[in-house]
């Protein structure tokens, strides 16, 4: 994608030469946009409702944990997010940008989905019940 990117800006230097700006700024544009939607297709997140007084543990554990992603097919980028707190528990959320559904769904399958989820139960007391899928399609 890059290159895509590359090429658009040479293009863009060209219609700036032949003083066509406006058709300039719409080639930078529509590239950019095809780029953006190349690589972000499908958001996964999980929530996790995280015992008050327990959200440093909960952190470290995905501070130290093995993803095992790298190099899987389709995975783009990995977020864990804080919201907010009631009186029962801190809310949280795993949020995996996908080229694609498929990819996500294939890496669920795989080994490395396996190897990163193996330690699952070790934690008591940090979760209240188990985490809530949420699958998103980009659109804009």
């Known amino acids: 994608s890059i290159s895509v990117l590359i090429g658009s800006m040479i293009i863009q230097g060209i219609f700036e030469w032949l003083n066509l700006h406006h058709l300039s700024r719409w080639v930078f544009c529509l590239v950019g946009w095809w780029v953006d939607l ?3 297709k499908y958001i996964a997140m ?5 015992s008050l007084g ?3 543990d909960f952190e470290e554990i995905w501070r130290t944990r093995e993803t095992h992603l790298d190099g899987v097919k389709g995975f783009r980028q990995f977020n864990l997010i804080k919201g907010s707190s ?8 795993s949020h995996s940008v996908w080229k694609s ?12 989905f396996r190897a990163a989820h193996n330690s699952g139960g070790q934690h008591q007391g940090i979760y209240l019940g188990h985490p809530e899928f949420e699958g998103f ?3 804009l």
Not at 101 to 112: C, I, L, P, R, T
């Open 38 to 40: 190349d690589v972000k």
């Open 86 to 93: 009631n009186d029962e528990y801190t809310l949280y959320a």
């Open 54 to 56: 327990r959200e440093d």
């Open 137 to 139: 399609k980009v659109v």
């Open 101 to 112: 559904k498929n990819d996500f769904e294939n890496w669920k399958k795989s080994k490395a």
């Open 46 to 50: 999980n929530r996790f409702k995280i």
